[in-house]
Nanobody
Framework: QVQLVESGGGLVQPGGSLRLSCAASGLSLDYYAIGWFRQAPGKEREGVSC????????YYVDSVKGRFTISRDNAKNTVYLQMNSLKPEDTAVYYCAADLALTRCTVVAGGYDYWGRGTRVTVSS
């Protein structure tokens, strides 16, 4: 009955912004490391960002650093990914993932136990 549900995707122009949400049920996200991943058409899934449960530390891959921000709202049991200055190469299906055992978050997909089904982001003029 554990569920992670992503939302907030859509079609935006280059330079635009979107905020993705990952709403959890059946688990309390404040105890989990959370990662955001994406998969572009015809390409492998890649890590984007993560936030740790222990100290709230965050990590971003170089391609999104300075443009994306991950955050957690424990009261809403939701994790967000604010995406600014979007580029066409950001086009992908975005997934959130959760893991209880991680002491520090990772953007390696194999480190996570629970996954959402994704939300599509298309950046095009």
């Amino acid at each position: 009955q554990v569920q992670l549900v992503e939302s907030g995707g859509g079609l935006v122009q280059p330079g635009g912004s979107l905020r993705l949400s990952c709403a959890a049920s059946g688990l309390s996200l404040d105890y989990y490391a959370i990662g955001w991943f994406r998969q572009a058409p015809g390409k492998e899934r890649e890590g984007v960002s993560c936030i740790s449960s222990s100290d709230g530390s965050t990590y971003y891959v170089d391609s999104v650093k300075g443009r994306f921000t991950i955050s957690r709202d424990n009261a809403k049991n939701t994790v967000y990914l604010q995406m600014n200055s979007l580029k066409p190469e950001d086009t992908a299906v975005y997934y959130c993932a959760a893991d209880l055992a991680l002491t520090r978050c990772t953007v390696v997909a194999g480190g996570y136990d629970y996954w959402g089904r994704g939300t599509r982001v298309t950046v095009s003029s």
